[in-house]
């Protein structure tokens, strides 16, 4: 019986990304031989797991030639851009790492036609994955954050993409910060072996109760409601702070099997 859901609490952001990075780690050690595909999430939230994992404690333990890195969403922002999830995690990962440029797939966020750029994603994707449509390809771990309005890779609130169940990537738009943006859909998220949402900050805790509890709000005020994988693992990694609004239930039972 795959486990749907479980929420792992710690104290602190640090403590969250120590955690993640075990995870990650953990993950890569456990899977069989060949390439491990995962793909990073964007904002402020990964700098702190890159630093965990590029310190001695984790680095060291990973077998990072096995690794393929892809990105669940972009900023239409050229690759060296400070708002471009890729530049986040060369700067911060990749270069630490030594990770060579053929394990790194990254989205054209250069490319002045985002919904280009999407189809071509889609393809190296599917490519990669050896899954034509209308098979989907099924990444190791998917890493995702959650937006203060509930929005999770570039799926906000209202968006067209939300209702998208053919397409794995889409082009998409954001009301804040970058507009343009080239995102996984949900279809493609929930067919990930392992899904990982990393929310920190009391200023994430009503869109994380919003999420996780309130069974009034639904998956277009909140998009993040729509993760849910068909058959792997989804973990949510809190601190405190962004699960202070959880009930104790909610907390009590989820982290439980969490531990
Ligand atoms: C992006 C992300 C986005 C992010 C959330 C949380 O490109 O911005 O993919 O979904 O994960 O907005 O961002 P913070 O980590 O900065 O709070």
Same mark, same amino acid.
């Given at each position: 019986?795959?486990?749907?859901?479980?929420?792992?609490?710690?104290?602190?952001?640090?403590?969250?990304?120590?955690?993640?990075?075990?995870?990650?780690?953990?993950?890569?050690?456990?899977?069989?031989?060949?390439?491990?595909?995962?793909?990073?999430?964007?904002?402020?939230?990964?700098?702190?797991?890159?630093?965990?994992?590029?310190?001695?404690?984790?680095?060291?333990?990973?077998?990072?030639?096995?690794?393929?890195?892809?990105?669940?969403?972009?900023?239409?922002? !050229?690759?060296? /851009?400070?708002?471009?999830?890729?530049?986040? #995690? %060369?700067?911060?990962?990749?270069?630490?790492?030594? &990770?060579? *440029?053929?394990?790194?797939?990254?989205?054209?966020?250069?490319?002045?036609?985002?919904?280009?750029?999407?189809?071509?994603?889609?393809?190296?994707?599917?490519?990669?994955?050896?899954?034509?449509?209308?098979?989907?390809?099924?990444?190791?771990?998917?890493?995702?954050?959650?937006?203060?309005?509930?929005?999770?890779?570039?799926?906000?609130?209202?968006?067209?993409?939300?209702?998208?169940?053919?397409?794995?990537?889409?082009?998409?738009?954001?009301?804040?910060?970058?507009?343009?943006?080239?995102?996984?859909?949900?279809?493609?998220?929930?067919?990930?072996?392992?899904?990982?949402?990393?929310?920190?900050?009391?200023?994430?805790? !009503?869109?994380? /109760?919003?999420?996780?509890?309130?069974?009034? #709000? %639904?998956?277009?005020?909140?998009?993040?409601?729509? &993760?849910? *994988?068909?058959?792997?693992?989804?973990?949510?990694?809190?601190?405190?702070?962004?699960?202070?609004?959880?009930?104790?239930?909610?907390?009590?039972?989820?982290?439980?099997?969490?531990?």
């Amino acid at each position: 019986m795959a486990i749907v859901r479980e929420i792992r609490i710690s104290e602190t952001d640090r403590i969250v990304a120590g955690e993640v990075a075990e995870f990650i780690v953990k993950s890569i050690e456990r899977q069989a031989p060949g390439p491990f595909r995962v793909a990073l999430s964007g904002g402020a939230t990964p700098k702190q797991l890159y630093e965990r994992l590029i310190s001695p404690d984790y680095a060291a333990r990973v077998q990072w030639s096995r690794v393929e890195f892809y990105f669940g969403d972009e900023r239409c922002v !050229p690759p060296d /851009h400070p708002e471009s999830n890729f530049h986040l #995690a %060369d700067q911060g990962l990749f270069r630490p790492l030594g &990770i060579h *440029p053929k394990q790194m797939f990254r989205i054209a966020g250069e490319d002045p036609h985002p919904d280009q750029a999407a189809s071509h994603y889609e393809e190296v994707l599917r490519e990669r994955f050896l899954a034509s449509a209308p098979l989907w390809p099924r990444f190791d771990l998917i890493l995702l954050g959650l937006g203060q309005d509930g929005h999770t890779a570039s799926l906000f609130p209202g968006a067209p993409a939300l209702r998208e169940q053919a397409r794995a990537v889409v082009n998409s738009e954001s009301p804040r910060g970058v507009v343009h943006r080239v995102t996984f859909t949900a279809p493609l998220i929930n067919h990930a072996h392992r899904i990982v949402i990393t929310v920190t900050g009391k200023e994430k805790a !009503p869109a994380v /109760h919003a999420v996780l509890e309130d069974e009034t #709000a %639904d998956a277009n005020q909140y998009p993040a409601k729509l &993760i849910q *994988p068909i058959d792997g693992q989804c973990l949510w990694y809190l601190d405190r702070a962004a699960a202070s609004r959880l009930t104790t239930t909610t907390r009590t039972a989820e982290s439980m099997r969490g531990l």
